[in-house]
């Protein structure tokens, strides 16, 4: 699918299985952190809009008045971090290089990469909306 041409009926009616939308305050910076933090495609962009593609997984971005309709934004504090509780997990992605560029694109690093004793290396980064990135590879056997 060409997600810079896919008219958004047609992108609507492919989406399969999970789905991953995030609302944010500034489409365009929320873009280009995850693009240049874990190398995702993004398709799209605009202020209002963005499709991201991460290894083959999509994401949404969509400023907060895209959703003036929907129940959701009444539930969005008017500032502070928004993800409270959710952990977005992105396996395959160096959390070593993810720390190293999180401050200077405007992240903050809750955690530094670390083994964990479930088999993985990870980083917990806060973005600039408040959503938790956990880039993370598998420790060798």
């Not at 991201?52 to 934004?73: I, K, R, S, W």
């Not at 396996?91 to 290089?97: H, L, M, R, T, V």
Request: glycine content about 10%.
């Amino acid at each position: 699918m060409d997600f810079d041409s896919v008219t958004a009926p047609e992108f609507g009616r492919s989406l399969t299985g999970f789905g991953l939308n995030l609302l944010v305050r500034d489409v365009l910076r929320h873009a280009a952190f995850l693009e240049q933090m874990f190398g995702m495609q993004a398709h799209r962009v605009n202020r209002d809009f963005a499709i991201l593609v991460y290894q083959e997984q999509v994401l949404q971005l969509h400023a907060d008045g895209t959703y003036h309709a929907n129940p959701m934004l009444s539930l969005l504090p008017e500032a502070g971090p928004r993800g409270a509780g959710a952990e977005l997990r992105l396996f395959g992605s160096d959390p070593d290089q993810a720390a190293r560029l999180a401050t200077e694109l405007g992240g903050q690093i809750l955690q530094h990469p670390s083994n964990k004793p479930h088999g993985l290396r990870e980083a917990f980064i806060l973005d600039p909306d408040g959503y938790v990135w956990v880039p993370s590879v598998p420790l060798p056997e």
